[in-house]
Every structure is written in structure tokens, then in C-alpha cells.
């Protein structure tokens, strides 16, 4: 499954030109893993990155992040919140719970996070993407990820035509039904989200229903071929090939193996993950992975990160660490 050297990568991904990379590789690619001393270092190198910078100066005195439309919404926020989650922050850093205090005070109510400050747009793409951020940041115990998932659990639905998969508990709000998200093939978008977030809850931390809702995701993507239509169709989505920072609502392949990754590597044994690795393979260059485009340009456009249509070192990061994880699985189970 290799592609590239390593070596070359890591040496690549170690740049101090990017401090969250660097600290990132150091942490979790770098062996021998690098001292305490030295990884704490390392991260306290990051919140003082010029273009990190950029966004989080942007973050008003509530903890919110601006807003240019006439309702208030929660979505710069949540962009800011992937953000800070790409860049290796967590819990512990200032601008990060500041956010979480946020969310939790204007858009928590009516049973989840909601996209509105009314508490009815609980939308489940948003929530899901938001919500695997925020337990990659360590937020799993925070109210507003354990609404997420108790909501995410009862309401949202993996269907496919004849294969009914969801929560039994009707969802009495609008907006779910108006922007199509539980049609006869349930909104792929929905979908994806809600598998990252079940995915990326630790093994041990999952309850019963967690994992037989991850169970009847991974139903509907294994029907799909992870981002198809079907078993011989085309894409399901063309973005889903063209790898972003930041997609507000949206997940694009990387995303979609790290969530195969998070919730059972050993299906890298099945065609129909396998195969998946291998159309990721091919629009890599020397295994590094290009930056396509970004969504979140109600927040910040263009995000400052990275150069759009050259190789980036946040996505090539994810990428390794994937692939890595696979072939652990391989090894294993081989």
C-alpha cells in the first residue's frame, strides 16, 4: 500500500515552515517518538503561526466567529472549530473552549447543536462533521457531543431505497425534510457525517447503540462502494476526489478512510474499502496528497493555510497516518 518513500514524506511533513504539521508528524510518525520536552516544544510553536493566526484573531469577545448572513448561524464557527481540530489543538487550548462555551450557550437546544441559534436546524451533516472534530479534540465528554451523538443515534438514517436503516424516534422539525436529507436514499452528506462522528468515538467508548448505528453506516457505504452510486456506477460526488481543508458540510475521501480507519481497519481486507485505497493511490503524487479547494469561505477566503492545487502537508499528514493504520491491519490479519 505504500506510495512514496516515507522518509521523503516524513522529512517533507517535518518542515518548521508548518509548526502544526511538524508537531503532528513528530507525535504521531516520527520513530522513535520524540521527547516530552521535546513535543511540548514542538506545540507551543503552533498558536503563533502566522496564518493559524489569521483565523483565530478573527474570534469575537462571546467566542464566536463572524457571521455575514442575516440569521445567525453557528457554520463559522464550526469552520473555525475544523480548523483549529487540523492544526492539532484541543480542549485545553483558550480558543477552542471559548467556542465550545459558545456553541453551548446559543445554538445547544431542542435536543442537539443546531446550525440556527432557534435550535431546530439540526442538520445531521453539520452536526456529524462539528461533532468529529470536536471528539478528535478531546470534547467527547461535553454536552454538546453527547447531544450530538444521543441525537444522531435516535433520528438519523442510513437509507437505501429497500434497505431502511435509522432511528424509530420521528424528528418533529423542518429542516431535515426540507433540505432532503431522509429521502429514499438517505443525503450522503448526512450520512457521512454521522459515520465520522460514530467512527471517531474510541472503541471502548462506544455504547451499543453507537456501534450498531456504525454497523448500519457502514451497510449503506459498503452498498455504495464507500462514494458510489452503486457497485458500478461513477462517483457519487466529484469533490469527493478533489481533497479540501475544510468542506462545512461536506466529507471528501481522505475523510472517508480515516473514518474506515477509526472504525475498523481490518476492513481494508474488503474490495470494496481496498479498492477505495487504491483510487486514493492514484490521485496522489509521490504519495502526497493536493490541496483541491475549501468551502469554509464564510469564515475566512481563502483559508490561509495553504496554497490551493499544490501538495498539502496537512492532507499528506492524514493520508500517511491512514495508510499506516491499514497496514497494521494487514499485518495483523495477513
Not at 502566522?50 to 464550526?78: H, I, N, Y
Not at 453506516?217 to 464507500?226: E, G, Q, S, V
Not at 452510486?229 to 481533497?243: G, Y
Request: charged letters at 25%.
Amino acid at each position: 500500500m505504500r506510495s512514496g518513500s516515507d522518509q521523503e514524506l516524513i522529512d517533507w511533513l517535518s518542515s518548521p515552515n508548518n509548526p502544526p504539521i511538524r508537531y503532528l508528524t513528530a507525535r504521531d510518525l516520527l520513530k522513535p517518538r520524540p521527547s516530552p520536552e521535546t513535543l511540548s516544544q514542538l506545540r507551543r510553536d503552533i498558536l503563533g503561526w502566522e496564518p493559524l493566526r489569521q483565523v483565530l484573531d478573527l474570534q469575537l469577545a462571546d467566542g464566536s466567529f463572524p457571521f455575514e448572513q442575516k440569521t445567525v448561524t453557528a457554520q463559522p464557527s464550526f469552520t473555525a472549530l475544523s480548523l483549529m481540530h487540523r492544526c492539532g489543538l484541543d480542549i485545553t487550548d483558550q480558543p477552542v473552549r471559548r467556542t465550545i462555551d459558545y456553541l453551548r450557550e446559543h445554538h445547544l437546544g431542542k435536543g442537539a447543536l443546531s446550525y440556527t441559534t432557534g435550535g431546530s436546524g439540526i442538520l445531521p451533516c453539520y452536526l456529524g462533521v462539528v461533532s468529529t472534530a470536536l471528539i478528535g479534540m478531546g470534547a467527547l465528554d461535553t454536552e454538546i457531543v453527547q447531544s450530538a451523538i444521543r441525537w444522531l443515534v435516535d433520528h438519523q438514517r442510513f437509507d437505501h431505497k429497500a434497505t431502511r436503516a435509522g432511528g424509530k424516534e420521528p424528528w418533529p422539525y423542518k429542516a431535515p425534510q426540507n433540505y432532503g436529507c431522509w429521502d429514499s436514499v438517505s443525503c450522503y452528506h448526512g450520512v457521512a457525517g454521522a459515520f465520522r462522528a460514530f467512527a471517531a468515538i474510541p472503541p471502548e467508548r462506544r455504547s451499543p447503540a453507537v456501534r450498531r448505528r456504525l454497523a448500519e453506516a457502514l451497510d449503506y457505504l459498503r452498498i455504495h462502494r464507500l462514494y458510489k452510486k452503486s457497485a458500478v456506477d461513477k462517483p457519487l460526488f466529484r469533490h469527493l476526489t478533489q481533497s479540501f481543508l475544510v468542506g462545512d458540510y461536506r466529507s471528501d475521501l481522505v475523510d472517508m478512510l480515516q473514518g474506515i480507519a477509526d472504525a475498523d481497519p481490518t476492513l481494508i481486507r474488503h474490495d470494496w474499502v481496498c479498492e477505495t485505497v487504491l483510487d486514493m493511490n492514484s490521485i496522489t503524487v509521490d504519495g502526497r496528497v493536493t490541496l483541491a479547494k475549501n468551502y469554509g469561505k464564510r469564515l475566512i477566503d481563502p483559508v490561509p493555510f495553504e496554497p490551493i492545487g499544490a501538495p498539502s502537508r496537512f492532507l499528506t499528514y492524514q493520508w500517511v497516518r491512514i495508510r499506516r493504520v491499514f497496514d497494521g491491519a494487514l499485518t495483523t490479519t495477513g
